[in-house]
């Protein structure tokens, strides 16, 4: 396998676990890779950990650092997941690769346990180099990671990332950007654009949502 597959599947994503409640029992990873996250998780929370892995090699590495692996596809998969009782469900840079991320979404609400919550790391489409491309050079170029991952099927902003959440059933409790751009020029490009600007600085939102109870 190739060095830069590997990096793709495996990531711990500590910026993410910060969201994990301390308090979770039992989390699932849709998209859980080769489970550093969840063995990362498990470490801070001692929760009980779940996986659904589509690549059947990946998901194999992932078999002997969580508690439970699911190989195939979330939609294929959702049925024969309890309902009730996840205390977090996480989606990491997953929900941009589904055909329908909605739907999955609204499925999964019936797997939450009672305060259960959803985290989902969520490109940013607005991102400020993606927008230089677009705007400057005039170039929407699919690549084999990032914002542009060729496999992307959908793009996100931080606005339309709420109303994914909302469609399907789903009240956000918070949404933070992480993996920042540090630079000075960014700075004064914020400044100078009376921060209009303010959310391209961020690779990916992360949001955390929990099931709305009136919908």
């Given at each position: 396998?190739?060095?830069?597959?590997?990096?793709?599947?495996?990531?711990?994503?500590?910026?993410?676990?910060?969201?994990?409640?301390?308090?979770?029992?039992?989390?699932?990873?849709?998209?859980?890779?080769?489970?550093?996250?969840?063995?990362?998780?498990?470490?801070?929370?001692?929760?009980?950990?779940?996986?659904?892995?589509?690549?059947?090699?990946?998901?194999?590495e992932a078999r002997n650092k969580i508690d439970h692996i699911l190989i195939g596809k979330i939609e294929e998969l959702i049925s024969s997941l309890p309902d009730g009782y996840f205390d977090c469900i996480s989606f990491n840079d997953v929900l941009e690769h589904l055909i329908e991320p909605t739907e999955v979404l609204k499925m999964m609400r019936h797997k939450l346990s009672e305060n259960g919550v959803v985290i989902?790391?969520?490109?940013?489409?607005?991102?400020?180099?993606?927008?230089?491309?677009?705007?400057?050079?005039?170039?929407?170029?699919y690549i084999g990671n990032g914002i542009l991952d060729s496999t992307h099927l959908r793009f996100f902003t931080r606005k339309s990332m709420k109303r994914m959440f909302e469609d399907a059933g789903y009240k956000i409790t918070s949404q933070v950007g992480i993996n920042k751009i540090v630079s000075w020029k960014f700075q004064l490009l914020y400044f100078l654009t009376l921060g209009i600007l303010g959310d391209?600085?961020?690779?990916?939102?992360?949001?955390?949502a929990k099931s709305n109870k009136s919908v």
């Amino acid at each position: 396998m190739r060095k830069e597959t590997i990096n793709y599947y495996s990531q711990t994503r500590p910026e993410v676990a910060a969201f994990v409640p301390i308090i979770t029992k039992s989390i699932i990873d849709i998209g859980c890779s080769d489970g550093d996250f969840l063995q990362f998780v498990k470490k801070q929370t001692g929760a009980e950990t779940w996986g659904i892995e589509s690549v059947p090699e990946i998901a194999e590495e992932a078999r002997n650092k969580i508690d439970h692996i699911l190989i195939g596809k979330i939609e294929e998969l959702i049925s024969s997941l309890p309902d009730g009782y996840f205390d977090c469900i996480s989606f990491n840079d997953v929900l941009e690769h589904l055909i329908e991320p909605t739907e999955v979404l609204k499925m999964m609400r019936h797997k939450l346990s009672e305060n259960g919550v959803v985290i989902a790391s969520i490109p940013n489409v607005r991102y400020f180099f993606n927008l230089r491309d677009l705007l400057i050079y005039r170039d929407w170029h699919y690549i084999g990671n990032g914002i542009l991952d060729s496999t992307h099927l959908r793009f996100f902003t931080r606005k339309s990332m709420k109303r994914m959440f909302e469609d399907a059933g789903y009240k956000i409790t918070s949404q933070v950007g992480i993996n920042k751009i540090v630079s000075w020029k960014f700075q004064l490009l914020y400044f100078l654009t009376l921060g209009i600007l303010g959310d391209t600085k961020y690779l990916q939102f992360v949001c955390v949502a929990k099931s709305n109870k009136s919908v």
